[in-house]
């Protein structure tokens, strides 16, 4: 199974895509997706035609974002909103259903702690990942973010098959 995670961000939009076999992970690909235009609708466009793109490119399974937390800016927090619906958009346009993970569980999932920095969860990507050339931070991001989900469905994959043997 193919996972795709997506980092949110109106400037570079970051996008890692692995391959899940049992407890098994690999690299695919990754990426950043660069908002190119003047306003903001161009920007949005363009995001949302390269991530298309790449959703044709690597034909991924399933999906998910980060969720946005709310800062003191509120405009700022309204365009990475606005960026983050096309992060969500193109994977369900694909007919993905798209999980949201916290930054926190992230990092956690991929850590082991809550408030990891960056460069820990970087490291523990390149750890879980070997050999992977990480495109940058947004993109390490993504990857974590992929690792996360991958978690996530293989222990409901987990409690699915036990509670139908309980059952049968």
Not at 32 to 38: A, F, K, L
Not at 56 to 80: C, I, M, R, S, W
Not at 117 to 133: A, D, F, I, N, S
Request: proline share 4%; with cysteine.
């Amino acid at each position: 199974m193919r996972v795709l995670g997506i980092d949110p961000g109106l400037r570079n939009m970051g996008w890692g895509v692995i391959e899940v076999s049992g407890s098994r992970l690999s690299h695919v690909a990754n990426g950043i997706c660069h908002s190119v235009g003047g306003d903001l609708a161009a920007r949005l466009l363009s995001l949302h035609e390269q991530l298309t793109d790449m959703m044709h490119l690597y034909q991924p399974d399933a999906a998910a974002v980060e969720q946005t937390f709310v800062n003191k800016d509120g405009a700022g927090t309204l365009k990475l909103g606005q960026a983050r619906g096309i992060a969500m958009l193109v994977p369900a346009q694909a007919g993905l259903t798209v999980g949201e993970y916290a930054p926190n569980a992230v990092k956690k999932a991929v850590v082991g702690v809550g408030h990891a920095e960056k460069h820990q969860v970087e490291h523990m990507v390149k750890l879980q990942l070997p050999g992977v050339k990480i495109a940058g931070p947004d993109a390490a991001d993504a990857l974590a973010i992929a690792i996360c989900h991958a978690h996530h469905l293989q222990s409901a994959g987990t409690l699915a098959k036990a509670l139908a043997r309980a059952g049968a």
